[in-house]
């Protein structure tokens, strides 16, 4: 099955957060698979400003947890720096966490996704 993205979007450059490392392997391997191939992973939030600061990323994927409403303040933090345009966020969270996912997408996400 061909990939929905084109070529361009393939040269994106990702950053992913998950603090399950296994996880963030998974979705790093996935996208790989459809051809991305500028890819840094990291599982700690707190990694994410100073990667901002250094490098150029195109998309933001970060996982919060239902319980982790500090987490959510990194996206204002970003969003501090970044605009939606300028650095999308994708955030994935579990179905369960209606109040991180509400926080998050007001803070500045600029979507979110359930994690199966």
Do not use: W
């Not at 399950?20 to 939030?45: H, M, W």
Request: charged share 20%; glycine share 2%.
């Amino acid at each position: 099955m061909a990939s929905p993205l084109t070529t361009t979007d393939k040269t994106s450059y990702l950053l992913l957060c998950d603090n399950f490392a296994g996880d963030t392997e998974r979705l790093s391997r996935q996208l790989y698979q459809y051809a991305f191939k500028r890819i840094i992973t990291v599982n700690t939030p707190q990694r994410i400003m100073p990667l901002l600061a250094r490098d150029a990323f195109d998309v933001l994927f970060l996982t919060i947890a239902a319980s982790s409403l500090e987490d959510a303040e990194h996206i204002r933090l970003i969003r501090e720096r970044f605009c939606e345009a300028g650095l999308p966020i994708l955030l994935i969270t579990e179905p369960a966490a209606a109040q991180v996912r509400n926080l998050a997408l007001t803070y500045g996400a600029n979507d979110c996704l359930n994690k199966p």
